[in-house]
């Protein structure tokens, strides 16, 4: 009884030294760096600010990390991704002829420059003019450029195709059943199906529907967890890919509306009342109506966008605090809190992925609806 | 900013009461987990989204 009483008392004491022990080496790194200069202080927030920046966004060649030499060059470590633009003809170059943004690139007399992660045309020398609200007034040529999220995406299109080629041979070779990976798979194909296709669409129209439902799943997961991956990719927060899954959850949902679907929009009351009666309502419900086609799939790409967005910054930001404190407890800290955001984000990464099925399962159940309609027309 | 700062403690309650209604639910009735916990996931991404929609707006 007195023994481990005795050793709980111990623990307490060593935890209380340890944490006083830390709490020390704090305020001592931090008087220091009260007497140095604070602008390096500032300066260092930038810099980290600007970092956590530049890895959101895309970029023209493949980099995993830079870093500076004895003689006061960046290196870099990774591959040049080809450039391709349009600019009365197709130009076609390696970005390693940009030396990420520092040199101008000649391409047939032409010279292009990097400003803001966008190329513009400019002269020998690279020079970029802004107007008053600092927008480039150079000419942007259309840009068609292999970036690192393009082969991102290429990457997760063949990881796919291949995945579910073999899940799909495998059932042909077997007999019926998955072999390999596709074990893996196999039970969330069957959830979508049928935990998400089924009860939202309906048993009859489902089928037509999960390929896309299938695709955009998986896509949005595997993206999701790639960007998790050191190689700093970020491809589903980037508001032009995730535009474009809305924009075809938007094309497939209006363009496999049927007849209910769009008299719900247009005529929502049905024959519950006199035609003069519904005038006055339907100023107000029309508009909203047609106003929700829109938000419905705006909705989607913002929230797949802003909780990837948002999910980096505060990864990023974490391990930028630990060249802020610089100091035995920061770093630790800092470490440990990325780790556990690391693994909230893998919740989030399949958390998203799900929502994004779920609520274009819930979309094309609206738009293929029937039944509704003709139950009130027996009533009356 | 202090509009994003509303907003997040606008989705916080929000998603707080789903989150707790859904455990009462539960408790209720434990065999509807499942479909509980869709319903409350749909619920508060709903919320979320609109959360992260007025913070982009407003930065």
């Known amino acids: 009884m007195s023994r481990t009483t005795t050793l709980i008392l111990l623990k307490k004491k060593s935890l209380f030294l340890i944490a006083l022990l830390f709490a020390g080496g704090l305020f001592a790194k931090e008087n220091e760096q009260n007497q140095e200069n604070l602008s390096a202080k500032e300066i260092q927030k930038k810099e980290i600010k600007e970092y956590i920046m530049h890895h959101l966004q895309d970029s023209y060649d493949f980099s995993l990390f830079s870093y500076t030499n004895e003689a006061g060059e960046h290196v870099y470590f990774g591959a040049p991704l080809p450039i391709i633009l349009w600019d009365n003809g197709l130009k076609i170059f390696s970005s390693s002829k940009l030396h990420h943004g520092e040199t101008v690139a000649e391409v047939e007399g032409n010279h292009y420059a990097i400003s803001h992660n966008k190329i513009y045309k400019t002269d020998a020398s690279g020079t970029i003019t802004y107007d008053e609200e600092h927008h480039a007034t150079n000419i942007a040529p259309l840009d068609f450029s292999i970036t690192k999220g393009v082969v991102s995406i290429m990457f997760t299109f063949l990881l796919m195709f291949f995945l579910f080629k073999n899940l799909a041979d495998s059932y042909a070779k077997n007999g019926g059943i998955a072999s390999g990976a596709g074990r893996f798979f196999e039970p969330i194909v069957l959830y979508i199906r049928d935990d998400i296709a089924i009860p939202n669409i309906g048993e009859k129209k489902y089928r037509k529907y999960m390929s896309f439902l299938l695709t955009v799943f998986f896509f949005v997961w595997f993206l999701n967890m790639l960007g998790l991956t050191p190689l700093g990719i970020n491809v589903t927060g980037n508001i032009a890919v995730t535009l474009c899954l809305a924009l075809i959850t938007f094309l497939l949902t209006n363009l496999t509306g049927t007849k209910d679907y769009w008299l719900h929009i247009f005529d929502p009351l049905g024959s519950t009342m006199k035609w003069y009666a519904k005038i006055p309502l339907y100023i107000i419900l029309i508009p909203i109506e047609v106003l929700g086609i829109f938000i419905k799939p705006f909705s989607l790409l913002i929230r797949l966008y802003a909780n990837m967005q948002a999910g980096h910054i505060v990864l990023m930001s974490l391990i930028g605090l630990m060249f802020i404190f610089k100091s035995w407890l920061g770093s630790p800290m800092s470490f440990g809190l990325a780790f556990a955001i690391s693994l909230i984000e893998v919740l989030v990464a399949l958390l998203q992925a799900y929502i994004f099925t779920m609520l274009s399962a819930l979309y094309f159940g609206f738009a293929s609806e029937e039944h509704e309609h003709h139950n009130e027309m027996e009533a009356h | ?59």
Do not use: H, N
């Not at chain 2, 434990?30 to 979320?48: D, R, S, V």
């Open chain 2, 1 to 59: 900013m202090v509009g994003a700062g509303l907003v997040v403690i606008g989705v916080g309650i929000g998603i707080g009461k789903i989150g707790g209604s859904a455990m009462d639910a539960i408790a209720r009735q434990p065999e509807a987990y499942g479909k509980i916990q869709t319903a409350m996931l749909i619920a508060a991404a709903l919320i979320e989204g609109i959360g992260f929609a007025a913070l982009f707006a407003v930065s």
